[in-house]
């Protein structure tokens, strides 16, 4: 059974930082596109940061790029995601999530993943 398991979310300040991140299970995830993806309320599910999975690849969306930071432990099934100068919009539930790119072959901000995580909530006050 695949699992992915976030943590690390928490209440921070404006430009302040967090460190997200996805622990996978169930099997290997050598071949997996890692992404992470978010969701404030009321608001559609965003993609934020993908990397590839021999990690030498990276994708970040614009509203995000020079702040967040993904990276992965490909041998440990870990991916994170480093945030940094967050603001209030960045508040959100940020989600983790795990695609075949030898099956699945696509766009990283393309949300047709094959695993999701529950989610971590980041809080961010003004």
């Known amino acids: 059974q695949v699992q992915l398991v976030e943590s690390g979310g928490g209440l921070v300040q404006a430009g302040g930082s967090l460190r997200l991140s996805c622990a996978a299970s169930g099997r290997t995830f050598s071949a997996y596109v890692m992404g992470w993806f978010r969701q404030a309320p009321g608001k559609e599910r965003e993609f934020v940061a993908a990397?590839?999975?021999?990690?030498?690849?990276?994708y970040y969306a614009d509203s995000v790029k020079g702040r967040f930071t993904i990276s992965r432990v490909t041998a440990q099934n870990t991916v994170f995601l480093q945030m940094n100068s967050l603001k209030p919009e960045d508040a959100a539930v940020y989600v983790c999530?795990?695609?075949?790119?030898?099956?699945?072959?696509?766009?990283?901000?393309?949300?047709?993943?094959?695993?999701w995580g529950r989610g971590a909530q980041v809080t961010v006050t003004s």
């Open positions: 999530a795990a695609r075949n790119s030898l099956v699945r072959p696509g766009d990283p901000w393309d949300p047709r993943y094959d695993y």
């Open positions: 990397i590839s999975w021999t990690g030498g690849h990276t």
